[in-house]
């Protein structure tokens, strides 16, 4: 069976205590439920230590929301992969929406920090997505094959292998967010798989996994996880509070359980 990556990001939500005392439900969590599912959480930088601490022994991958590119340097504010590699993390999330509309953050600063994230053994998070104009003007998959080009740009097959991708539409993302149809996102998600092999070989570029994110709920996300190409769900609101949270976990770990013949796992 192949995994099922189920992943939060925290955003700007929890304190240091507010996030150890979710990570201790999590992880107990994590225990009781089938190994496929591949959990994996990004708190704000100030929580990275102690919940790395927290994480001791846990299969529970660690990732962080953002990172420069460069090692060290006068960046103000900023963390580089040097600082984050000491910590210990896993995963590290790059050009989420709102990095791009706040933060000014292009596909060629994404592609930078793909290349520094790889160089210390991080597995690039790469979130790429349409805005609505986009998706109205139509372009939604010219915009898309684009944001993938420029992020992957000089990654090899090998290092490919490493990379995981967040398919987030910014229309999707959020308060004002409005969910997606599954079609739609079955749709766009064989559309990424096809760049990812004409990118990489049909071997890796079948293997990276493809997440889905944007007002995953516990109403819809099992529409989601059960379209073609969708590899897990990037979460945010429904994952921030562990009492949806582990709906969400124990309803598909019961599905991966019972239904494997029925589920396209
Ligand atoms: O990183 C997560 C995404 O921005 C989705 O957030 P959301 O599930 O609250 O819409």
């Known amino acids: 069976m192949t995994k099922v990556w189920i992943g939060t990001n925290w955003k700007m939500t929890k304190t240091i205590s507010e996030g150890l005392a979710y990570t201790r439900e ?123 080009k420029v992020c992957l740009k000089n990654v090899t097959t090998e290092q490919a292998q490493h990379v995981l991708i967040a398919y987030e539409p910014v229309w999707a993302i959020g308060e004002r967010g409005i969910p997606a149809e599954a079609d739609y996102v079955g749709e766009i998600h064989s559309f990424l798989r096809k760049n990812l092999v004409d990118l990489y070989g049909e071997k890796v570029g079948q293997e990276i996994p493809l997440l889905y994110g944007g007002s995953v709920r516990l109403d819809n996300f099992l529409n989601y996880i059960q379209q073609t190409n969708v590899n897990g769900l990037f979460v945010g609101r429904t994952a921030w509070n562990m009492e949806t949270f582990s709906v ?17 796992c």
């Open 26 to 148: 999590l992880k107990k969590l994590a225990e009781s439920i089938t190994p496929n599912i591949e959990l994996f959480i990004i708190p704000s930088f100030t929580s990275l230590l102690p919940i790395r601490e927290e994480l001791s022994g846990s299969r529970i991958k660690l990732g962080a929301q953002n990172m420069h590119w460069e090692d060290r340097g006068a960046y103000t504010g900023e963390i580089s992969p040097r600082m984050l590699d000491e910590i210990g993390i896993d995963l590290i999330e790059l050009g989420h929406s709102e990095r791009r509309q706040y933060y000014n953050e292009n596909d060629v600063d994404i592609n930078k920090k793909v290349h520094a994230a790889l160089k210390y053994g991080m597995r690039p998070l790469v979130c790429i997505g349409e805005s609505i104009d986009q998706k109205n003007n139509g372009i939604s998959k010219e915009v898309l094959a684009a944001q993938l």
């Open 248 to 264: 969400l976990l124990n309803e598909l770990d019961r599905k991966l359980k019972h239904e494997i013949g029925g589920f396209k």
